[in-house]
């Protein structure tokens, strides 16, 4: 059997990556104790899941269950420790945390990794825009504990001390793409087209079967984010509701919904809602993803039953999902993810 030329392991490659890892364990630190002293509880979510969650793009580690009798059920390592958390608010916990191994196939990149630290954090009955205070702060702890006065990350820096900027989508759509996002938002069968004619004005490329969410995506993806989190963190809110994952509509604009993203350095660190609570209307929207799913890639994942019983009887609440290990990235100076992971997965 060949042995790589130079694994993580060797003592010369461990010793450039050290100074990274003792970063992550500062970060790690901090976050707990930040955590802790306001009154979050530490809570830990089984990787086995019965869903891996239900979102259109996102691929799985499958796996199987086998019972004492030798029976098997299907079974997947979680993509987000998310549906344990809300049975846990369903079931009276009012603030909690998870710092949670999770796991994503198919992704590989310097900002992505198959298995990552997720740091998720929940508040019953608070609103989502307490979550963007718990941020600002969190960025600020995390850039304490490693003596950084800025993050860095691909030729830009965000200084995390200073408060984040607030920018809508709408309005990022506007300002650094010159597309009106809100004329395409709505039921109207020429929403798609719009937007992909806007798309198409504004120089990107377009494929005549995208959906109105590819169109989205690319406009984010190739215009918007990389001026994001640049001088100071931004939290691009207010997402259309067809983006909204499990968030709920925005009360007074039922076209967008509670949501919001974290950038720094034009990196995506934080993902938040403010939580649906619909379990009809959850169910609703986790059938047309995976009908999406199974007509794209041919695959569809079950629904945790479980979770929507929990989610009908779940407080008003608001929740995060930050990448830990990003986080660490940008306040050490990483230029990519496997710098800051103590053992990174084998390609």
């Known amino acids: 059997m060949s042995v790589p030329a130079s694994p993580w392991w060797s003592p010369a490659i461990h010793a450039d990556r050290r100074p990274f890892l003792i970063a992550r364990q500062r970060v790690t630190l901090a976050v707990r104790a930040f955590f802790t002293e306001r009154g979050f509880i530490e809570v830990e979510t089984p990787i086995l899941q019965v869903s891996p969650g239900n979102e ?6 499958a796996t199987e269950l086998e019972a004492a009798d030798g029976t098997r059920a299907p079974r997947y390592l979680h993509t987000s420790p998310e549906f344990t958390a809300k049975k846990l608010l369903a ?7 998870t710092l949670a191994r999770v796991f994503r196939n198919g992704e590989r990149t310097a900002l992505h990794h198959p298995e990552f630290t997720m740091l998720e954090w929940y508040r019953a009955g608070e609103t989502y825009d307490v979550l963007m205070e718990d941020c600002a702060e969190l960025l600020r702890a995390a850039a304490a504990a490693t003596g950084a006065r800025a993050f860095h990350y691909g030729g830009m820096s965000c200084d995390p001390y200073l408060p984040p900027g607030r920018l809508t989508v709408a309005d990022a759509f506007t300002r650094y793409a010159g ?20 798309a198409r004005s504004a120089g ?10 590819d169109v989205f995506t690319r406009v984010m993806v190739e215009k918007v984010e990389r001026h994001l989190g640049l001088g100071r963190a ?16 925005k009360p007074g604009d039922p076209r967008v919904a509670e949501r919001f993203e974290l ?3 034009g990196v995506e660190l934080a993902n938040a809602f403010g939580e649906l609570t619909d ?48 986080l660490v990235m940008l ?17």
Not at 204 to 213: C, G, H, L, P, S
Request: hydrophobic share 45%.
């Open 263 to 265: 950038y720094a350095c």
């Open 179 to 198: 597309i009106d996002l809100m004329a395409s938002v709505g039921t109207e069968a020429n929403a798609r087209d719009e937007l992909w004619q806007a």
């Open 279 to 326: 379990a009809d209307e959850q169910r609703r929207r986790f059938v047309g993803w995976m009908d999406e799913k199974e007509r794209l890639y041919g695959e569809r994942y079950p629904i945790d039953e479980d979770f929507l019983s929990a989610l009908a009887v779940m407080p008003e609440a608001s929740g995060i999902a930050l990448g830990l290990d990003r």
């Open 234 to 249: 931004t939290i691009l809110c207010e997402y259309p509701i067809s983006e909204a994952a499990l968030a709920r509509p």
């Open 331 to 347: 306040a050490a100076g990483a230029r990519r993810i496997e710098d800051v992971l103590w053992a990174p997965v084998a390609p």
């Open 91 to 97: 079931a009276g916990e009012e603030r909690l945390f």
């Open 56 to 61: 259109i793009h996102l691929k799985a580690f």
């Open 204 to 213: 990107i490329r377009v494929a005549e079967d995208d959906t109105w969410a």
